[in-house]
């Protein structure tokens, strides 16, 4: 049976194609901080602010994140609607080569100013977006538009769905999901709410607290590449996350 971006795609000609070729060629080519940030501000606004950031470009400074702990992102992970994918088939359906849906994992793969892209619709590695996602999400300021963000909530959720998924987790997702919990300490930002997370991972990765342990002990090994404050911060805050996700 086909799913509602499969549909899509066939209605407006879209091809599907394998994406591993694409990925190739991008994997070594890491464009500096700036030049992702100002294509997704560029494709906010061509996509008419219907467009979420929700990778790893979303844990720099200059959005949700504390410092740069990591080499950033050199791809954007995106969401968007039925509209959008009508409007990225009108942007670059005739011009752009690499414009097609995976065959791997169902999102739309395009090239951007020189940037992978990839955009989920209605449902990301498996899991249907409900449109709280929408609604929590966040508008950052940047340059002369602006980049709308997944919360961080969820996002720190979609980090731990993978980390079960996979069955580790990736050193990159411990230290997003650490920027993420330290923000708040360093920068005027609003602290995560450790209680919504606690049921979007109940309610989403795992029912029970005893599945969700080791996650949290391979999220506690990120420790020794944080800075002394920083420990202390990180420290308390997992406690406080286990207590919630023992109680909700």
Not at 13 to 22: A, E, L, N, R, V
Not at 124 to 132: C, L, S, V
Not at 206 to 217: F, G, I
Request: some cysteine; aromatic content about 8%.
């Amino acid at each position: 049976m086909r799913s509602a971006l499969e549909s899509l795609c066939a209605e407006l000609g879209i091809p599907t194609q394998s994406c591993q070729q694409y990925l190739v060629r991008h994997r070594e080519r890491y464009p500096p901080r700036q030049t992702m940030l100002k294509s997704m501000m560029h494709l906010d606004w061509l996509l008419g602010n219907n467009v979420v950031l929700i990778g790893g470009l979303s844990v720099v400074p200059e959005l949700r994140g504390y410092r740069q702990m990591r080499k950033t992102s050199n791809d954007l992970d995106l969401i968007t609607d039925e509209r959008g994918v009508y409007r990225l088939r009108e942007i670059f359906g005739s011009t752009n080569e690499a414009f097609f849906r995976s065959e791997e994992y169902g999102d739309i793969c395009f090239d951007f100013d020189s940037v992978p892209c990839s955009a989920d619709v209605v449902e990301t590695h498996g899991w249907r977006i409900p449109r709280d996602l929408w609604e929590t999400s966040t508008n950052f300021p940047y340059g002369n538009g602006q980049i709308r963000t997944i919360a961080p909530e969820y996002l720190i959720m979609m980090k731990l769905r993978r980390t079960v998924s996979k069955g580790h987790m990736y050193g990159k997702d411990k230290l997003d999901i650490a920027s993420l919990l330290l923000a708040h300490h360093f920068k005027e930002i609003e602290p995560i709410d450790l209680l919504k997370t606690a049921r979007l991972i109940r309610d989403n990765v795992c029912d029970s607290y005893e599945k969700l342990e080791p996650c949290m002990e391979q999220l506690g090994s990120i420790m020794p590449y944080l800075k002394k404050e920083e420990q202390r911060l990180f420290g308390e805050t997992c406690e406080q996350l286990i207590t919630a996700l023992c109680t909700v």
